[in-house]
């Protein structure tokens, strides 16, 4: 587990992102703090707006780099006239500076996604 490595300046916290109450968790932590993740396909939208709500609201974070599933990923870069363009662009373009930094092969997954 990711917290037998002990890192230095990390905190491992393992709960449910959606239910749990981030200025009560973090309230002994210096700010900003930096977010870093795999973010599930099925909840990754909730989860991107409860970060970008934190980082607006109190200045939570000062970044966070995530990998998603690509279309999210799409749906995050997209522009404004494009199929993908929609309220979380829109949320990020507002919120956040928002670089796809690099697309993964599925045999880089276990198991390989279809």
Same mark, same amino acid.
């Given at each position: ?35 870093? $993740?795999? %973010?599930?396909?099925? &909840? ?7 970060? +970008?709500?934190?980082?607006?609201? *109190?200045? /939570? ?24 363009? $929609?309220? %979380?662009?829109?949320? &990020? ?7 796809? +930094?690099?697309?993964?092969?599925? *045999?880089? /997954? ?5």
């Amino acid at each position: 587990m990711l917290e037998a490595e002990q890192l230095q300046n990390v905190r491992v916290v393992q709960s449910d992102f959606l239910g749990v109450n981030l200025a009560d968790l973090l309230h002994d932590e210096p700010r900003p703090l930096r977010v870093a $993740g795999n %973010l599930p396909y099925n &909840v990754s939208s909730p989860i991107l707006f409860r970060l +970008l709500d934190a980082a607006d609201d *109190g200045r /939570f974070f000062a970044d966070a780099t995530l990998m998603l599933q690509k279309e999210v990923a799409d749906r995050l870069v997209a522009k404004p006239g494009r199929k993908a363009y $929609g309220a %979380l662009a829109i949320q &990020v373009a507002l919120t956040a500076d928002v670089e796809h +930094l690099l697309t993964l092969p599925p *045999g880089a /997954f276990r198991p390989p996604p279809r």
